[in-house]
């Protein structure tokens, strides 16, 4: 039975289908709807038979169906194949679901149903008989650590090679979010023609013109204490509309991370121990590695006292600029702030 908050592996899915098992039911939500789009175009590809699709595939949109219309077609044979596929989207707004539950029971063994719903509510019927029988599968947004790896996997299936950095650097301009990842990796992809290495300069030229700068660039300016640039990149972040309380979040995690590196490096942690880290990149940790060498431990406690009142300032609707200002130029100058002075600008 699928968890609360599981991430979908699509190989899992992909590999059982090639192999022709299927379930009876499958119910896919969740907010990370493209990796629910691979399964159900793999699905599609080895249950249905392409030349009988016309009469044993069904798409179907919840507003208009009800739940005992969803029973009758999946409960009618296919035609001249051994299952038929009936997919029914946004079943939230379906009337009459309840009716799922007995179903549900005993489905249809000549049918796959894939019921798709964005937030289901577990409380109320049918979501709970489905839960209890093991088929509700949820597809949560992925978390930095895990979106790097996907990137190089990604980019090994479109049969191109990517440098670490550039991992990094397009990770940092477009974030978690798979589906965007890929239309990315694709428009690179297109652009690069011949070309097999995606490098910083190709993601900067394809990815980074309507993103001039990230949080991940401010972030290794301030590492690096380069004061200059980092108040460059923060001005014009803002200027193009960038949250003040996330660039502040990403400057937090950042020197997190310089932290636990600086504590790994006494511990005389392994390379690959401290990977961790840094999402398992290297490129990253040695970057990081660098930058962690720039704050003595006790700048690095006086950075997370700034870091705490710059963020309550914010909240507080205090001047963005001048709040990035002055905690950047406070961070880099090692400018010794106590806990009671933080949120006074």
Request: proline share 3%; charged share 30%.
């Amino acid at each position: 039975m699928a968890k609360s908050k599981e991430k979908i592996e699509v190989e899992q899915f992909v590999s059982s289908f090639k192999k022709k098992q299927f379930d009876p039911l499958y119910v896919f939500c969740g907010d990370e709807t493209y990796l629910i789009d691979e399964v159900i175009d793999s699905l599609i590809e080895h249950a249905v038979e392409p030349s009988m699709k016309e009469f044993n595939y069904d798409l179907i949109h919840g507003n208009e169906i009800d739940g005992k219309k969803i029973v009758s077609i999946a409960s009618s044979y296919p035609m001249m194949a051994e299952r038929r596929v009936v997919i029914i989207k946004d079943f939230d707004r379906v009337n009459g679901k309840d009716v799922l539950e007995a179903y549900a029971e005993k489905p249809s063994p000549t049918t796959v149903l894939v019921l798709i719903s964005l937030a289901p509510d577990l409380r109320k019927k049918p979501y709970g008989m489905l839960k209890k029988l093991g088929y509700i599968h949820e597809s949560r947004a992925y978390f930095d650590g895990e979106t790097i790896p996907w990137i190089e996997s990604k980019v090994k299936k479109i049969k191109r090679i990517i440098d670490p950095a550039a991992v990094q650097m397009l990770h940092s301009y477009v974030g978690n979010n798979l589906r965007e990842l890929s239309n990315e990796l694709e428009k690179l992809a297109i652009a690069l023609g011949e070309q097999q290495r995606i490098t910083v300069a190709d993601v900067e030229k394809v990815v980074g013109v309507s993103r001039e700068f990230t949080s991940f660039q401010l972030c290794d300016k301030i590492g690096e204490k380069k004061i200059a640039k980092a108040l460059e990149i923060a001005e014009r972040m803002l200027n193009s509309g960038e949250s003040v309380v996330g660039m502040i979040a990403a400057i937090t995690s950042h020197f997190i991370r310089l932290w636990k590196l600086q504590d790994a490096v006494r511990q005389r942690k392994s390379e690959r121990d401290m990977l961790q880290y840094v999402y398992f990149n290297s490129y990253a940790l040695k970057s990081s590695l660098s930058q962690a060498k720039n704050y003595r431990p006790e700048e690095l406690e006086n950075v997370f006292i700034l870091l705490a009142g710059a963020d309550l300032q914010a909240k507080s609707s205090v001047d963005a600029k001048l709040i990035m200002t002055k905690t950047i130029a406070e961070i880099i100058s090692g400018t010794v702030v106590r806990s009671d002075e933080a949120v006074v600008i």
